[in-house]
Structures are given as structure tokens and as C-alpha cells.
């Protein structure tokens, strides 16, 4: 029997063998004048009957929910789900099965055996707490449940599934992927580190003092800057602001396949080049740099990264989940206007490029100390757009990103450290 005939089939394997054994009952004791056989078939049909009977009239119901940890995995990666379900039923019942509906886009066994039920009649009450691992196979938000769990009557002889509770959306966050460090010089040359400072005068003594105020912890007080102002002057805190880099995901549909504007995942392409994305932003955080991640047009993606908040790029991450390409903007560009000017450092990740799209790169990138462009296509003639400067990489959907990076990482780039 297939599975798709067992599911629709109410009787479990011990009914199946009954209803088997009543008919075979009924054509012997007619053809052998047995009436004792014809006693026995038709105490099979009525067990038969009764049984279905009492499902029917005492359907089961409860309630279902889930915890999943953590809550947003990552493509490749695995999470758990716990389910608690509370069940009732006015008949005791043997032991069942459970089975929580998985989408494509999770992977895992969600399935087991359930223990016993006992009757509310009798003051009981099943609850059920199942556990079990699954795998994010694809980016997006997916949908558990749900969860079904398949019961019998006292007899074992008939089935009978419940759904219980609703389903759990689950986000899948695109992977991100260990790179390797930057350039030592990038985060000095193209950060935006500063020191605030009061200045007061000339010398170095004036440019860490400031005025005493009512509250300064006396400790505090810089005794030569004191001696030379004749008034009561203290050490200034030095504040630094995190130095700032951006990351541009280029999303023109004109650079992807018509895939990349359907669904999470449906593009192979589209998904290196978002894994890419959240893995720069990421190890630029971990490296100290504050990110903004920006669409081609300029479009802000999600909010800027501090510097060092691991937690945060991570939480960005899960942001990018549904993510799809977009129409194309009538200027067309990789990179926007406001990005071209930056001293930071800014990574492009874009897909198939037009011989106008190498051309515009040659000018986007003179002002950032580390520019780094990551092209995902099956194909990339790169060469023109290295000699701008562009620390330039070729990505095939599926490869490695992190040997990719490496290569981009190899390349000269003059500016840096200038």
C-alpha cells in the first residue's frame, strides 16, 4: 500500500487484517454451512463499526505550539523545535504517531510515536512534547506545521488524525561565511576615526583640557593646563567614532536572472551574491567598522551596524531573508552617487556586468582607500576595472566566497595607507 493510499486509509494495520478476516468469515460460512463462522464475521463488522463509531462521535482536540532555537538559522545551518501539544478525548487511546508538516525550505525527520491517551472522562488529559532538528536548505521565511498527530480507538482497530495548532513562520537567514582579515592599513586610510577633543589653544597640554564644571571629579583636574589658563581647567575624555565602511548589494534585475524577482532561493546567483553581502557586513562590524548596506539606487537596506556589535550584523542577516531583486532605476548605476564619494572602505557585489557598468566602476571607486567588488556570474572579464583600482573578484554561484575574497584581498591597490 503507498503512502498516499495509507494516509487516506482509516484502518490501521490490525483493522485492515479484521475486515479481511470478517469477509473471509462470511464466504466460508456460506459455502460451508458454518453458522458459528457467521457468528464470528459478524462480531468483527459490529467491533468494526463501534469503533469507528466512537472516533466519530468523540473527536479528539487540543492545541499546539513551538519554540524553535535559534530562531533564525542560517542557510546550511540547524535549529531545534520543540512542540508541546495538549491533547483530550472522551475515549482512552493506544499509542499514536506525530508527524510535523516541514516546507521545502527546512529539512529534518519530524515525525515519531506518541504515548498513550487517557479519557477526560476519567479526569486525564495527554499532552505531547515532541523534539526534533532541522536544517535551513533554502533563504526565506518558511512556514511549520501543522503538527498532525494520528491516534486510535481503544481497540486499535480504526485511525484517526488531528491537526493541532496553527503554523510557525521560521526564517532562514542567508549564511554568513568567515573571511579573511583586511589590508592593516584599510581601517586608518579609508575609516572615518576621530578624536573629539576641545580645543583651547595651542600645545598638546590645551587640546586634552577643557574649562572645569560643578561635578568634575577633582582627580580630574589637569594641573599644568591649570598652572598656564590661572583658571581650573580638566582632563578631557577622548571619544572615538567608530571608523565607517559600506557594503552596496546591487540588486537591478537587469544584472540576474528574471528568478532573482520571484522567490527567496529561486536564483542561485542572487543568493551568492546575498550571502556575500551579509558576510562583508559582518566581518566589516567584527573588524570595527560601523556599515551601511545600500541598495545600487541608494536605497538604505537596513539599519547601519555599529562597529563590533556581532550580535547586531547577525540580526541584519536575518533581515535579508526575503530579499529579492527589483526593477531596474533609470540611472542604472552599481554604485550610487553618494557612495562613490566615500574614503572608506566599500564593497560592491553585483552580478552580470554590461561594458557601461565597467566603465562606471573605473570613476566609483577612486576616493575609497579599499574599494572591493565581488561580481557573481558564471563569466567576468575583470582586467579593466582591476587597473582602476578595484580590488575586483569573479564569484561563480556555488563556489567559494571566502577563496574569492582572498583573491580580491591579493590585489595591489596603491591607495591604501596613503
Given at each position: 500500500m503507498s503512502a498516499g493510499v495509507r494516509r487516506l486509509w482509516p484502518l490501521t494495520l490490525r483493522g485492515t487484517g479484521a475486515v479481511l478476516l470478517a469477509a473471509a468469515g462470511f464466504v466460508i460460512a456460506q459455502r460451508a454451512g458454518i453458522p458459528e463462522l457467521m457468528y464470528f464475521a459478524t462480531l468483527l463488522v459490529a467491533l468494526l463499526a463501534v469503533s469507528a463509531l466512537a472516533l466519530l462521535l468523540t473527536r479528539g482536540k487540543g492545541s499546539a505550539s513551538r519554540v524553535v532555537t535559534p530562531e533564525a538559522p542560517e542557510v546550511g545551518g540547524s535549529a531545534t523545535v520543540v512542540v508541546r501539544a495538549g491533547l483530550s478525548s472522551a475515549l482512552p487511546t493506544g499509542p499514536g504517531r506525530w508527524n510535523?508538516?516541514?516546507p521545502a525550505g527546512l529539512t529534518g525527520r519530524a515525525q515519531g510515536t506518541s504515548a498513550p491517551i487517557a479519557s477526560t472522562l476519567s479526569g486525564g488529559a495527554g499532552t505531547v512534547e515532541v523534539r526534533y532538528d532541522v536544517v535551513g536548505a533554502s533563504r526565506g521565511i518558511h512556514s511549520?506545521?501543522?503538527?498532525e498527530v494520528t491516534t486510535t480507538d481503544p481497540f486499535g482497530l480504526v485511525r484517526r488524525r488531528i491537526a493541532l495548532g496553527r503554523t510557525t513562520p521560521v526564517t532562514v537567514a542567508p549564511a554568513i561565511v568567515d573571511l579573511a582579515p583586511l589590508p592593516s592599513a584599510s581601517g586608518e586610510a579609508g575609516g572615518t576615526r576621530q578624536t573629539a577633543t576641545l580645543q583651547l589653544g595651542q600645545g598638546a597640554d590645551n587640546l586634552v583640557a577643557r574649562p572645569y564644571a560643578p561635578g568634575d571629579s577633582m582627580r580630574r583636574i589637569h594641573w599644568?593646563?591649570?598652572?598656564?589658563?590661572?583658571?581650573l581647567m580638566v582632563r578631557q575624555e577622548e571619544q572615538e567614532s567608530s571608523p565607517a565602511a559600506t557594503v552596496v548589494l546591487d540588486r537591478a534585475l537587469s544584472r540576474w536572472s528574471p528568478l532573482a524577482a520571484h522567490a527567496p532561493g529561486s536564483d542561485p546567483a542572487f543568493e551568492a551574491a546575498v550571502t556575500a553581502c551579509v558576510s562583508a557586513v559582518a566581518h566589516l562590524v567584527h573588524e570595527g567598522y560601523?556599515?551601511?548596506?545600500?541598495?545600487?539606487?541608494g536605497t538604505l537596506l537596513t539599519d547601519p551596524v555599529e562597529g563590533g556589535d556581532v550580535v547586531e550584523a547577525r540580526a541584519a542577516a536575518a533581515g535579508f531573508a526575503s530579499l529579492r531583486a527589483r526593477a531596474d532605476d533609470p540611472s542604472h548605476r552599481i554604485v550610487p552617487a553618494t557612495v562613490a564619494s566615500l574614503s572608506g572602505p566599500v564593497v560592491v557585489v553585483t552580478g552580470?556586468?554590461?561594458?557601461?557598468?565597467?566603465?562606471?566602476?573605473g570613476a566609483a571607486g577612486t576616493n575609497s582607500a579599499l574599494p572591493i567588488l565581488l561580481v557573481v556570474a558564471e563569466d567576468a572579464q575583470l582586467d579593466a576595472v582591476q587597473s582602476t583600482g578595484w580590488r575586483a573578484a569573479h564569484l561563480r554561484p556555488g563556489a567559494d566566497l571566502a577563496l574569492a575574497w582572498d583573491d580580491a584581498m591579493e590585489q595591489g591597490n596603491t591607495r591604501v595607507g596613503r
Open positions: 510535523d508538516t516541514l511549520i506545521g501543522p503538527l599644568r593646563a591649570t598652572a598656564h589658563r590661572d583658571t560601523t556599515v551601511d548596506v545600500v541598495d545600487s539606487d552580470t556586468l554590461h561594458p557601461e557598468d565597467r566603465a562606471a566602476l
